[in-house]
């Protein structure tokens, strides 16, 4: 049952990676048909100020779309508890002007978020109790109503101390980049 979950949600990944890449190549032509046919110049937004490292708000907190139309996911907090796990919270809000239900295949969503230390090349896991179930925030499907969000989390083992920033998946969205770790 487990290599089903596992192969689907895999599944689910590359398809969404596949529409992320498409979209990707839109994107770039039409900027550059804009360029082109305008005569207008295109500045990257510089990105090299990472965000604090002793609190992260969601003001400044990583955001992203989801593959529910309509509905972002924000990384609220990212942080390094006293124990060698880190908490990592997230919501998710409807920020269209219909309904959504998430239908998300799987009974726990926060149970499929992960993190990667690229400094490491290593991926962290959400962590289990003595008898076997995830340590998440309850919950799989859920419904939003237009400006209504939905907050989960999920603690998982904290990498090395010299590791401050770590890429994060949650379910549904493409991976958040650059995320700082906050100190306990």
């Not at 510089?46 to 139309?69: F, I, L, M």
């Not at 959400?126 to 799989?140: A, C, H, L, Y």
Request: glycine residues 6%; aromatic residues 10%.
């Amino acid at each position: 049952m487990q290599t089903t979950k596992i192969f689907k949600f895999s599944r689910n990944v590359l398809a969404a990676g596949g529409v992320a890449f498409i979209s990707c190549i839109i994107l770039l032509c039409g900027a550059a048909a804009l360029m082109l046919f305008s005569g207008a110049s295109i500045r990257a937004q510089d990105t090299s100020t990472p965000a604090s490292p002793s609190s992260a708000t969601t003001a400044s907190a990583p955001k992203a779309d989801t593959e529910w139309d309509g509905v972002t996911v924000q990384l609220t907090s990212v942080k390094r508890d006293e124990g060698g796990s880190i908490t990592v919270q997230f919501k998710y809000t409807n920020t269209g002007a219909n309904k959504v239900d998430s239908q998300w295949p799987h009974n726990v969503i926060a149970e499929w978020v992960y993190y990667i230390d690229p400094k490491n090349k290593k991926k962290y896991t959400v962590i289990k109790d003595s008898d076997n179930n995830f340590i998440v925030s309850p919950g799989g499907n859920f419904s939003l109503a237009p400006g209504a969000s939905k907050l989960f989390w999920a603690k998982l083992p904290a990498p090395p101390a010299d590791v401050t920033s770590i890429t994060v998946f949650i379910p549904g969205a493409p991976p958040l980049e650059r995320v700082t770790l906050a100190a306990p």
